[in-house]
């Protein structure tokens, strides 16, 4: 910065030189000259303030901190300068990254999320592994007794510690006798009962969500396609023997009990062969089902997201007996074989007269249609083999059986049984000064979202209205609940927890889907339940039921944040806030109100341009091909469109917010060995690093996912920014800048 200097006084006396060196003063002179003289002075003044600032003084300041440093040498590491920006500005950011950052596991990939996860996850492990403090939650203690006696469990322990096992097992029914002829297949009570004793689903998964008409009050059961399909049962080396049922059923046979009576430690001789993949290869018919099964999944899960629908239960069986022909389920068996010991309140309404009138939640009838038809020309001896392989792998990732079951085994258990608690470890993480930075972030993206909405020429007043009441109505949560302690005491206050792993597992799928389905007959408690995504996970998410959007501490770290400029900041966890807020107002979230209900809430006006605006960026993205180790895929339009329009209106929210801290605060220096990119081109770089990555088996480019691939949410988003187009003088026709319209919706 420049300085001034500021002289009073009352008058001026001026003064000469003698030969001798003294000054002589002159009492006498003229207005004439003291006003020449005052402005040959200002002039030389001014002018030296000129040569300064042109000359002299640089027109920026570079940034030292050591926050500045680690940011320099990460975007550095990155940055491809082989390439040119306009060309391709993934390329450019990224281009370096798999060089410098070489993959730390097995899995032949590598991204920031990859290397902040591992830093959490060894954060969580020292916070497993310490003593318990008097002053921690009782519920941190639970998690550790439980981790350690994980840890414990060996092949070799006594039979009784089975025993809580067995009696589970025969309760589900997968007895001895099971797969005779003879035993018919009671689907109901099985399914029903592996989901209550494992917290299993395998044709289909049941859980609890928002009532869409009215979010505030209980929630409703609600039917859906298994989100955890490849969880347990995908297998990649699956052969298809060419082996016929009646030859193959003895071999399964003995496959299954080998392996049951091995889990429930009954003495048998361990094979190390008979694995669940020893156990589909024993018929082609099988395999076979599995497969279909499969396709029937990636269908579901490669399909658009939808509201689900209200629909009574009598409505559903209706339906569902349509679909199935010849295949029959019971849904209201089914319900109330579920329900019995977890809501014995929705059991008693389910075993009355009014049970067909019971509401329930579907979604994706689609699934469910193909999965009936599915089971409708499957034959019943394949149904059971079926459900016993699935609950095998349930038995052989959950309880110990040899070398596969170790120290990351029982990490990874503990984690998805004790996720809030895993999450305390992060627990005063964020300071006083990261929390006013994030609130005054948030504060400035809801800003630049409102100046956006003011702008939208395609809205009336009306819908800008309402979305305006919307916007000022959204919460924001950071980091981990304000009141941890008493949520974790009060969720796991009635769980006990043993030194024996296999009690504990039983115990804690019984409770936590009793705790969870409590919401069944009891108002939801916003401001005490658990977040949907704990504190030590590195992900954000968007509640449109609630109207609210949560950033994980774990997230809140770089290089998304902490990058020591405002620039890179805004540019990765800033638009990381305005994508999870854009949700919001995407294709889906715009159905929601202000308080989180489904309801036509803007004018039929509004709502046709936005379908025109919506529709011009499916066509954008559709048929857009990304080609990786010689294999190209091509982009679904629709299937993208809610991430797509999140990713857009994120970056150009948070840019405009960062825009006005810049007015606000002032230009901020740059960073040392990186002096020629301006804020604003740093902004770019910092929204472009987050997604740097690599995977040789490109598994960011399966149907399950609604995102656009990494390299297509850089190189698209930023084509269809003017404001990246400004900043790095993109010409209008490069690749960046491809064309002077742009499809965008705000």
């Not at 049951?260 to 003495?267: G, I, S, T």
Request: hydrophobic residues 35%.
């Amino acid at each position: 910065m420049g300085f001034q200097e500021h002289i009073e006084g009352k008058g001026i006396s001026s003064f000469t030189i003698s030969q001798n060196g003294n000054a002589i003063f002159q009492k006498k002179y003229s207005k004439k000259k003291i006003t020449i003289s005052i402005l040959t002075v200002i002039a030389m003044f001014l002018a030296a303030i000129f040569i300064y600032y042109s000359y002299i003084k640089p027109e920026y300041t570079i940034c030292q901190s050591k926050s500045c440093l680690k940011s320099a040498v990460t975007l550095i590491n990155c940055i491809n300068e082989t390439v040119e920006p306009c060309e391709d500005f993934y390329e450019f950011s990224c281009g370096m990254f798999e060089t410098n950052y070489p993959y730390y596991s097995n899995t032949n990939e590598n991204s920031w999320i990859t290397i902040m996860t591992l830093k959490i996850k060894h954060r969580v492990k020292k916070f497993l592994s310490k003593e318990n403090e008097k002053n921690e939650p009782k519920a941190v203690h639970k998690t550790r007794k439980f981790y350690q006696a994980c840890l414990n469990s060996t092949e070799d322990q006594v039979s009784n510690k089975y025993d809580p096992l067995w009696d589970i097992w025969e309760k589900v029914g997968l007895n001895i006798n099971y797969l005779n002829d003879s035993v018919p297949l009671e689907i109901e009570t099985i399914l029903a009962r592996v989901k209550v004793y494992l917290n299993l689903a395998i044709f289909f998964d049941i859980d609890i969500d928002d009532d869409p008409r009215n979010s505030s009050s209980h929630s409703l059961l609600i039917i859906d396609q298994n989100r955890e399909s490849n969880k347990y049962r995908k297998r990649n080396n699956m052969k298809k023997n060419n082996v016929n049922i009646e030859e193959a059923l003895p071999k399964f046979s003995e496959y299954f009990n080998l392996l049951v009576e091995k889990l429930l430690n009954r003495n048998q001789t361990y094979i190390k062969q008979l694995k669940v993949d020893g156990l589909m290869n024993t018929t082609y018919e099988l395999v076979y089902f599995e497969e279909e099964f499969s396709q029937v999944l990636r269908n579901a899960l490669s399909s658009k997201n939808v509201i689900p629908e209200v629909i009574t239960l009598g409505e559903f069986q209706e339906l569902t007996d349509l679909s199935g022909g010849k295949f029959k389920f019971n849904w209201t068996l089914y319900l109330r074989e579920l329900t019995r010991d977890i809501q014995p309140k929705v059991y008693e309404i389910l075993t009355s007269e009014n049970a067909d009138n019971y509401e329930l939640l579907i979604s994706n009838r689609e699934y469910l249609d193909e999965m009936l038809i599915l089971l409708s020309k499957t034959p019943t001896i394949i149904i059971k083999m079926s459900i016993l392989s699935h609950v095998v792998a349930i038995l052989e990732n959950n309880f110990p059986t040899g070398e596969s079951f170790n120290y990351e085994h029982c990490f990874s258990l503990t984690s998805d049984f004790f996720g809030m608690v895993t999450g305390y470890s992060m627990i005063n993480t964020l300071d006083n000064s990261s929390k006013a930075s994030l609130t005054e972030m948030t504060d400035n993206i809801k800003w630049a979202l409102r100046k956006m909405v003011h702008e939208a020429s395609w809205m009336d007043d009306e819908t800008k209205n309402a979305t305006l009441r919307k916007l000022a109505n959204t919460k924001t949560y950071f980091g981990y609940p304000y009141n941890y302690d008493n949520i974790l005491n009060n969720l796991f206050e009635n769980l006990n927890v043993t030194d024996n792993h296999i009690e504990n597992i039983i115990s804690i799928s019984m409770f936590n889907t009793k705790s969870n389905w409590k919401y069944l007959t009891e108002d939801r408690d916003w401001e005490n339940q658990t977040w949907q995504v704990t504190p030590d996970e590195v992900n954000a998410y968007c509640y449109n039921s609630m109207n609210a959007f949560f950033m994980p501490a774990a997230i809140l770290q770089a290089p998304l944040y902490h990058n020591g400029i405002q620039a890179l900041n805004y540019g990765a966890i800033g638009s990381t806030i305005g994508h999870e807020l854009s949700h919001n107002y995407d294709n889906t979230g715009r159905l929601y109100n202000e308080l989180g209900n489904v309801m036509q809430w803007w004018t039929n006006s509004s709502y046709e341009e936005y379908t025109k605006r919506a529709g011009c960026l499916i066509s954008h993205y559709d048929g857009i091909k990304v080609v990786s180790h010689n294999t190209t895929f091509v982009i679904n339009g629709e299937k993208t469109l809610d991430e797509n329009i999140a990713d857009i209106t994120g970056l150009k929210e948070a840019y405009y917010a960062y825009r006005r801290y810049v007015d606000i605060h002032g230009q901020e220096p740059r960073l040392p060995g990186l002096e020629r990119y301006s804020q604003e081109q740093l902004f770019f770089l910092g929204y472009a690093n987050q997604y740097c990555h690599y995977d040789d088996t490109d598994s960011q480019f399966d149907n399950f996912s609604s995102h656009s691939p990494n390299v297509v949410r850089v190189r698209e988003v930023l084509s269809l920014s003017p404001e990246f187009a400004k900043a790095w003088s993109c010409p209008i026709g490069s690749p960046m800048n491809p064309k002077k319209d742009k499809c965008r919706i705000w």
